[in-house]
């Protein structure tokens, strides 16, 4: 079966840390990644996707994502954290029949 | 503002009742999802229609059902319902089958 994991259930970063989060998925064929973030009170917004081409995609308020196909990964990176970014960031994969599998989540907490 | 709307916000009911949830898709948008997210669960897929077709089934038990009618909203049926079915419930839309998906704010479910 498919899945999503997000080893990392809860960072806690200081304002201008750099920021990774793991992303490890099971399946062999062809994905489409995301990363979607949940601010407190509001729904999912998307922050970036891959499709295919370039495995390094830039998203919105400098967030990047690298595909690393031969891992399994799809990590979320941003070089300088800010309080704002305090939120809770989902993986998520569409593989086989259109399903969409979410990682369990990934709560950060920025302190200012 | 995603552009997807669900009624209602909120919805308070008892154990065996039913209820019904509604969501509109962003203007364009053919495929409707629906998610669960609960505390215990994280977010669960659920089902997706496209074009008013049932196109994947997720982790849907066979006390819900939905389905999209002919102007594209989306209904979810949740019978018989028990206290674990309380949860905060997501539409999303997307243009195709296979597209970046786009959140509604959500209807939160408490069943007492």
């Known amino acids: 079966a498919q899945s999503v994991s997000q080893h990392n259930h809860h960072v806690i970063l200081s304002e201008a840390a750099s920021l990774e989060l793991g992303c490890n998925y099971s399946y062999g064929g062809t994905v489409n990644l995301f990363w979607y973030v949940q601010y407190p009170g509001q729904h999912l917004q998307l922050l970036l996707k891959?499709?295919?081409?370039?495995?390094l995609v830039k998203g919105i308020k400098g967030f990047e994502a690298e595909f690393i196909k031969s891992k399994f990964s799809f990590n979320l990176r941003k070089p300088s954290v800010q309080w704002s970014d305090t939120a809770e960031y989902f993986c998520a994969v569409m593989g086989d029949f259109n399903k969409f599998y979410f990682g369990s989540g990934t709560k950060l907490n920025v302190k200012p | 503002d995603s552009g997807v709307t669900q009624t209602p916000k909120h919805l308070i009911t008892a154990t065996g009742q039913r209820v019904t949830l509604r969501c509109s898709p962003r203007?364009?948008?053919?495929?409707v999802y629906w998610y669960q997210q609960s505390l215990d669960q994280g977010l669960q897929f659920l089902i997706q229609y496209y074009n008013g077709e049932e196109r994947a089934k997720g982790n849907i038990l066979e006390r819900f059902s939905a389905q999209q009618f002919p102007d594209l909203h989306s209904e979810l049926n949740l019978s018989s319902l028990e206290l674990g079915d309380s949860a905060l419930y997501f539409c999303a839309s997307s243009e195709g089958v296979r597209d970046t998906q786009y959140f509604g704010p959500g209807t939160r479910l408490t069943v007492l």
């Open positions: 203007s364009g948008d053919l495929s």
């Open positions: 891959y499709f295919s081409g370039d495995p």
